[in-house]
Protein backbone atom coordinates (compact mmCIF):
# COMPACT_ATOMS: atom_id res chain seq x y z
CA UNK A 1 0.00 0.00 0.00
CA UNK A 2 1.28 3.50 -0.48
CA UNK A 3 2.46 5.19 2.51
CA UNK A 4 0.84 8.46 2.61
CA UNK A 5 -2.14 7.49 4.83
CA UNK A 6 -1.44 5.74 7.78
CA UNK A 7 -3.59 5.46 11.14
CA UNK A 8 -1.64 4.95 14.13
CA UNK A 9 -2.60 2.98 17.13
CA UNK A 10 -4.42 5.47 19.53
CA UNK A 11 -5.37 4.73 23.02
CA UNK A 12 -8.42 7.35 23.58
CA UNK A 13 -11.37 7.25 25.89
CA UNK A 14 -13.13 3.84 24.15
CA UNK A 15 -9.38 2.19 24.83
CA UNK A 16 -7.25 1.30 22.05
CA UNK A 17 -8.03 1.87 18.68
CA UNK A 18 -6.51 -0.25 16.01
CA UNK A 19 -6.96 -0.05 12.13
CA UNK A 20 -7.74 -3.06 9.72
CA UNK A 21 -6.29 -1.71 6.47
CA UNK A 22 -8.12 -3.41 3.62
CA UNK A 23 -7.83 -2.38 -0.33
CA UNK A 24 -10.74 -1.53 -2.15
CA UNK A 25 -12.46 -4.28 -3.94
CA UNK A 26 -14.26 -1.67 -6.72
CA UNK A 27 -12.13 -0.60 -10.40
CA UNK A 28 -12.30 3.16 -10.10
CA UNK A 29 -11.86 2.92 -6.12
CA UNK A 30 -14.21 4.83 -4.12
CA UNK A 31 -17.34 6.21 -6.31
CA UNK A 32 -17.45 9.61 -4.95
CA UNK A 33 -14.93 11.86 -6.19
CA UNK A 34 -14.43 14.34 -3.36
CA UNK A 35 -13.04 17.28 -4.76
CA UNK A 36 -9.87 17.68 -1.90
CA UNK A 37 -9.69 13.90 -1.97
CA UNK A 38 -5.79 12.40 -2.04
CA UNK A 39 -7.34 8.91 -2.60
CA UNK A 40 -6.06 8.25 -6.62
CA UNK A 41 -8.50 6.28 -8.79
CA UNK A 42 -7.37 2.51 -8.83
CA UNK A 43 -4.35 3.58 -6.59
CA UNK A 44 -5.76 0.82 -4.13
CA UNK A 45 -7.81 -1.66 -6.25
CA UNK A 46 -7.52 -5.55 -5.62
CA UNK A 47 -9.94 -8.30 -6.19
CA UNK A 48 -11.85 -10.03 -3.98
CA UNK A 49 -9.74 -13.13 -3.45
CA UNK A 50 -6.53 -10.64 -2.53
CA UNK A 51 -8.85 -8.64 -0.53
CA UNK A 52 -9.81 -12.15 1.79
CA UNK A 53 -6.37 -12.71 1.95
CA UNK A 54 -5.70 -9.62 3.29
CA UNK A 55 -8.45 -10.09 5.99
CA UNK A 56 -6.98 -12.96 7.44
CA UNK A 57 -3.31 -11.09 7.06
CA UNK A 58 -4.70 -8.26 9.14
CA UNK A 59 -6.56 -10.30 11.55
CA UNK A 60 -3.58 -11.81 12.74
CA UNK A 61 -1.81 -8.89 13.11
CA UNK A 62 -4.33 -7.92 15.47
CA UNK A 63 -4.92 -10.86 17.62
CA UNK A 64 -1.83 -9.77 19.87
CA UNK A 65 -2.57 -10.31 23.80
CA UNK A 66 -0.12 -8.21 25.21
CA UNK A 67 -0.01 -6.15 28.59
CA UNK A 68 -2.00 -3.23 27.28
CA UNK A 69 -5.15 -4.73 26.84
CA UNK A 70 -5.38 -5.47 30.43
CA UNK A 71 -5.43 -1.70 31.09
CA UNK A 72 -7.45 -1.03 28.09
CA UNK A 73 -10.34 -1.48 25.88
CA UNK A 74 -10.41 -2.17 22.27
CA UNK A 75 -12.11 -0.83 19.33
CA UNK A 76 -11.17 -1.66 15.74
CA UNK A 77 -11.52 0.68 12.96
CA UNK A 78 -11.92 -0.75 8.98
CA UNK A 79 -10.22 1.33 6.92
CA UNK A 80 -10.72 0.33 2.80
CA UNK A 81 -10.15 3.94 1.07
CA UNK A 82 -13.59 4.04 0.17
CA UNK A 83 -16.69 2.93 1.94
CA UNK A 84 -16.54 -0.28 3.61
CA UNK A 85 -20.38 -0.65 3.64
CA UNK A 86 -20.49 -0.81 -0.30
CA UNK A 87 -20.73 -4.45 -1.74
CA UNK A 88 -18.95 -3.13 -4.86
CA UNK A 89 -15.92 -1.98 -2.30
CA UNK A 90 -16.29 -4.86 0.50
CA UNK A 91 -18.09 -7.91 -1.00
CA UNK A 92 -20.57 -8.63 1.35
CA UNK A 93 -19.06 -12.23 1.60
CA UNK A 94 -15.82 -10.41 2.72
CA UNK A 95 -17.10 -8.34 5.13
CA UNK A 96 -18.98 -11.10 6.92
CA UNK A 97 -15.80 -13.20 6.95
CA UNK A 98 -13.71 -10.06 8.58
CA UNK A 99 -16.70 -9.20 11.10
CA UNK A 100 -16.75 -12.69 12.26
CA UNK A 101 -12.86 -13.24 12.24
CA UNK A 102 -13.17 -9.43 14.67
CA UNK A 103 -15.82 -11.84 17.04
CA UNK A 104 -13.35 -14.34 17.41
CA UNK A 105 -10.44 -12.60 18.14
CA UNK A 106 -8.99 -13.52 21.72
CA UNK A 107 -9.51 -10.02 22.93
CA UNK A 108 -12.98 -8.63 21.31
CA UNK A 109 -13.39 -5.30 20.55
CA UNK A 110 -16.72 -3.22 22.34
CA UNK A 111 -16.82 -1.47 18.68
CA UNK A 112 -16.15 -1.66 15.13
CA UNK A 113 -16.10 1.60 13.64
CA UNK A 114 -16.36 1.54 9.14
CA UNK A 115 -15.44 4.26 7.40
CA UNK A 116 -17.79 4.94 4.89
CA UNK A 117 -20.24 7.80 3.73
CA UNK A 118 -24.00 7.27 4.74
CA UNK A 119 -25.53 6.88 1.46
CA UNK A 120 -24.71 3.05 1.97
CA UNK A 121 -25.78 2.47 5.28
CA UNK A 122 -29.41 1.47 5.18
CA UNK A 123 -31.88 -0.95 6.81
CA UNK A 124 -30.82 -3.84 5.06
CA UNK A 125 -27.21 -3.56 6.08
CA UNK A 126 -28.25 -2.77 9.68
CA UNK A 127 -30.57 -5.84 9.54
CA UNK A 128 -27.31 -8.05 8.23
CA UNK A 129 -25.36 -6.88 11.28
CA UNK A 130 -28.21 -8.04 13.33
CA UNK A 131 -28.34 -10.95 12.20
CA UNK A 132 -24.72 -11.95 12.37
CA UNK A 133 -25.06 -11.50 16.65
CA UNK A 134 -21.98 -9.64 17.08
CA UNK A 135 -20.77 -8.88 20.93
CA UNK A 136 -19.37 -5.50 19.33
CA UNK A 137 -21.11 -2.14 18.84
CA UNK A 138 -20.89 -1.09 15.15
CA UNK A 139 -20.07 2.53 14.33
CA UNK A 140 -20.21 4.25 11.03
CA UNK A 141 -17.23 6.66 10.13
CA UNK A 142 -18.49 10.12 8.55
CA UNK A 143 -15.95 12.56 6.86
CA UNK A 144 -17.96 15.48 7.78
CA UNK A 145 -14.79 18.00 7.64
CA UNK A 146 -17.08 21.22 8.44
CA UNK A 147 -20.58 22.42 7.79
CA UNK A 148 -19.72 25.71 7.66
CA UNK A 149 -20.74 27.20 4.32
CA UNK A 150 -16.80 27.79 3.63
CA UNK A 151 -15.94 24.39 4.61
CA UNK A 152 -18.55 22.40 2.30
CA UNK A 153 -17.51 24.49 -0.83
CA UNK A 154 -13.86 24.45 0.08
CA UNK A 155 -14.35 20.19 0.77
CA UNK A 156 -16.96 20.62 -2.53
CA UNK A 157 -19.10 18.30 0.42
CA UNK A 158 -22.27 20.54 -0.52
CA UNK A 159 -25.10 18.34 0.84
CA UNK A 160 -22.96 16.71 3.84
CA UNK A 161 -25.51 18.02 6.32
CA UNK A 162 -28.34 16.30 4.51
CA UNK A 163 -26.52 12.80 4.34
CA UNK A 164 -25.82 13.25 7.85
CA UNK A 165 -29.57 13.91 9.09
CA UNK A 166 -30.22 10.64 6.71
CA UNK A 167 -27.62 8.83 8.32
CA UNK A 168 -28.14 9.82 11.46
CA UNK A 169 -32.24 9.46 12.03
CA UNK A 170 -32.10 6.28 10.22
CA UNK A 171 -30.04 4.89 12.55
CA UNK A 172 -32.04 6.47 15.55
CA UNK A 173 -35.42 5.13 14.69
CA UNK A 174 -33.29 1.48 14.32
CA UNK A 175 -32.09 1.90 17.38
CA UNK A 176 -35.09 2.80 19.03
CA UNK A 177 -36.77 0.19 17.66
CA UNK A 178 -34.64 -2.70 17.99
CA UNK A 179 -32.97 -1.77 21.39
CA UNK A 180 -29.77 -1.74 19.23
CA UNK A 181 -26.79 0.86 19.77
CA UNK A 182 -25.46 1.71 16.29
CA UNK A 183 -23.64 4.80 16.47
CA UNK A 184 -21.53 7.61 14.46
CA UNK A 185 -17.51 8.80 14.30
CA UNK A 186 -18.17 12.18 13.10
CA UNK A 187 -14.58 13.74 11.79
CA UNK A 188 -14.04 17.72 11.51
CA UNK A 189 -11.66 19.03 10.19
CA UNK A 190 -9.89 22.69 11.43
CA UNK A 191 -8.86 25.06 9.04
CA UNK A 192 -9.65 28.37 10.18
CA UNK A 193 -10.46 29.68 6.59
CA UNK A 194 -13.84 27.90 7.43
CA UNK A 195 -14.20 30.91 9.93
CA UNK A 196 -12.02 33.84 9.01
CA UNK A 197 -10.57 35.49 6.09
CA UNK A 198 -7.37 36.52 7.82
CA UNK A 199 -5.57 34.32 10.01
CA UNK A 200 -4.36 36.74 12.62
CA UNK A 201 -7.88 37.20 14.13
CA UNK A 202 -6.51 34.38 16.25
CA UNK A 203 -9.78 34.42 18.63
CA UNK A 204 -12.04 35.04 15.47
CA UNK A 205 -10.95 31.41 14.50
CA UNK A 206 -11.24 29.94 18.24
CA UNK A 207 -14.15 31.43 18.17
CA UNK A 208 -15.66 30.15 14.67
CA UNK A 209 -14.58 26.69 15.61
CA UNK A 210 -15.77 26.23 19.06
CA UNK A 211 -19.47 27.44 17.61
CA UNK A 212 -19.24 24.94 15.08
CA UNK A 213 -18.91 21.85 16.99
CA UNK A 214 -20.68 22.50 19.88
CA UNK A 215 -23.82 23.74 18.19
CA UNK A 216 -23.59 20.09 16.65
CA UNK A 217 -23.11 18.55 19.88
CA UNK A 218 -25.98 20.66 21.07
CA UNK A 219 -27.86 19.26 18.23
CA UNK A 220 -26.80 15.46 17.95
CA UNK A 221 -26.15 14.50 21.86
CA UNK A 222 -28.57 12.40 23.75
CA UNK A 223 -30.91 12.03 20.52
CA UNK A 224 -30.56 8.08 20.64
CA UNK A 225 -27.34 7.41 18.85
CA UNK A 226 -23.95 7.57 20.49
CA UNK A 227 -21.70 10.00 19.03
CA UNK A 228 -18.26 9.88 19.01
CA UNK A 229 -16.17 13.30 17.35
CA UNK A 230 -12.93 13.23 15.86
CA UNK A 231 -11.57 16.52 15.54
CA UNK A 232 -8.31 16.69 12.87
CA UNK A 233 -6.12 19.61 12.40
CA UNK A 234 -5.39 19.99 8.70
CA UNK A 235 -2.07 19.47 7.72
CA UNK A 236 -1.06 21.01 3.94
CA UNK A 237 -1.75 18.24 0.71
CA UNK A 238 -0.52 19.26 -2.93
CA UNK A 239 -3.94 20.07 -3.53
CA UNK A 240 -5.13 22.22 -0.61
CA UNK A 241 -2.87 24.92 -0.79
CA UNK A 242 -3.86 26.46 2.41
CA UNK A 243 -1.42 26.43 4.94
CA UNK A 244 -0.84 23.54 7.93
CA UNK A 245 -3.53 24.69 10.41
CA UNK A 246 -2.26 26.57 13.52
CA UNK A 247 -2.22 23.90 16.56
CA UNK A 248 -2.19 26.70 19.49
CA UNK A 249 -5.56 27.54 18.29
CA UNK A 250 -6.82 24.20 17.72
CA UNK A 251 -6.12 23.11 21.00
CA UNK A 252 -7.42 26.07 22.29
CA UNK A 253 -10.34 25.33 21.00
CA UNK A 254 -10.71 21.83 21.57
CA UNK A 255 -9.88 22.41 25.32
CA UNK A 256 -13.21 24.38 25.21
CA UNK A 257 -14.58 22.09 23.39
CA UNK A 258 -13.89 19.22 25.83
CA UNK A 259 -15.09 21.97 28.88
CA UNK A 260 -18.65 22.23 27.06
CA UNK A 261 -18.73 18.67 27.42
CA UNK A 262 -17.91 18.43 31.40
CA UNK A 263 -20.87 20.65 31.48
CA UNK A 264 -18.94 24.09 31.87
CA UNK A 265 -20.37 27.18 30.82
CA UNK A 266 -17.83 28.17 28.13
CA UNK A 267 -19.14 31.75 27.25
CA UNK A 268 -16.02 32.99 29.44
CA UNK A 269 -13.81 31.39 27.10
CA UNK A 270 -14.87 33.33 24.55
CA UNK A 271 -14.48 37.08 23.01
CA UNK A 272 -18.62 36.58 21.79
CA UNK A 273 -21.14 34.47 23.45
CA UNK A 274 -22.58 31.51 21.23
CA UNK A 275 -25.74 32.33 21.20
CA UNK A 276 -26.93 29.66 19.24
CA UNK A 277 -25.98 27.24 22.00
CA UNK A 278 -28.36 26.06 24.46
CA UNK A 279 -26.35 26.70 27.10
CA UNK A 280 -29.45 25.39 29.28
CA UNK A 281 -29.02 22.51 28.83
CA UNK A 282 -25.53 22.40 29.90
CA UNK A 283 -26.04 23.99 33.42
CA UNK A 284 -26.40 20.44 35.10
CA UNK A 285 -23.03 18.14 34.19
CA UNK A 286 -24.04 15.38 32.03
CA UNK A 287 -25.76 12.12 33.18
CA UNK A 288 -24.20 8.83 32.37
CA UNK A 289 -25.94 8.22 29.55
CA UNK A 290 -25.86 11.47 28.06
CA UNK A 291 -21.83 11.28 28.65
CA UNK A 292 -21.77 7.89 26.50
CA UNK A 293 -23.79 9.61 23.93
CA UNK A 294 -21.69 12.59 23.15
CA UNK A 295 -17.98 12.08 23.45
CA UNK A 296 -15.14 13.80 21.65
CA UNK A 297 -11.45 12.62 20.74
CA UNK A 298 -8.71 14.29 18.80
CA UNK A 299 -7.58 12.32 15.78
CA UNK A 300 -4.02 13.89 15.60
CA UNK A 301 -2.35 10.88 15.53
CA UNK A 302 -2.86 10.21 12.35
CA UNK A 303 0.07 10.94 10.22
CA UNK A 304 1.41 10.92 6.40
CA UNK A 305 1.65 14.24 4.97
CA UNK A 306 2.97 16.28 7.82
CA UNK A 307 6.28 18.01 7.25
CA UNK A 308 8.83 18.58 10.22
CA UNK A 309 7.17 21.31 11.53
CA UNK A 310 3.78 19.69 12.43
CA UNK A 311 5.85 16.79 13.60
CA UNK A 312 7.55 19.40 16.05
CA UNK A 313 4.33 21.07 16.66
CA UNK A 314 2.94 17.55 17.62
CA UNK A 315 5.58 17.26 20.03
CA UNK A 316 4.56 20.29 22.07
CA UNK A 317 1.51 19.88 22.06
CA UNK A 318 1.19 16.08 23.00
CA UNK A 319 0.42 16.53 26.73
CA UNK A 320 -2.80 18.47 25.45
CA UNK A 321 -3.88 15.81 22.97
CA UNK A 322 -3.38 13.05 24.78
CA UNK A 323 -5.48 15.02 28.09
CA UNK A 324 -8.20 15.75 25.09
CA UNK A 325 -8.09 11.86 23.91
CA UNK A 326 -9.00 11.04 27.79
CA UNK A 327 -11.24 13.75 28.38
CA UNK A 328 -9.48 15.66 30.42
CA UNK A 329 -9.00 19.50 30.67
CA UNK A 330 -5.81 21.35 30.89
CA UNK A 331 -4.82 25.26 30.77
CA UNK A 332 -6.20 26.83 27.55
CA UNK A 333 -2.31 27.03 26.51
CA UNK A 334 1.06 25.90 28.62
S1 LIG B 1 -16.04 9.68 0.10
FE1 LIG B 1 -14.11 9.68 1.22
S2 LIG B 1 -12.80 8.22 0.12
FE2 LIG B 1 -14.54 8.74 -1.23
S3 LIG B 1 -13.77 10.41 -2.54
FE3 LIG B 1 -14.83 11.33 -0.78
S4 LIG B 1 -13.22 11.70 0.75
FE4 LIG B 1 -12.38 10.25 -0.78
Redesign the pocket.
Known amino acids: MKKTFQLKKRIDKKGIREVIYLKNERKGG?P???KM?D?KKQCFYVSKNENKKRIISEITKIDVKGPIYKKYDRSILIYN???ATNPEELCTENLKFLLISIENLKIKPLSVIMST?GAFVNKKLLDFFIGLKLSYDIFFNL?VESLTDKGKEIYGKLSIQEELDKEFNLLRRYNLKNKSNFGIVYNFLFLPEFFVDNRKNNEDIIYGFVKEITTFINKYYNKGVEIRINLHPFYQTKKLKFKNAPLREFIAGAMIIQRFINGENINKFLKRKISSVDFLKNKNPLSNKQKKQTDIFIGVQDYGYETKIWKKELKKWGKHIKAINEGKCLPLFP
Open positions: CFKCCISGNRG
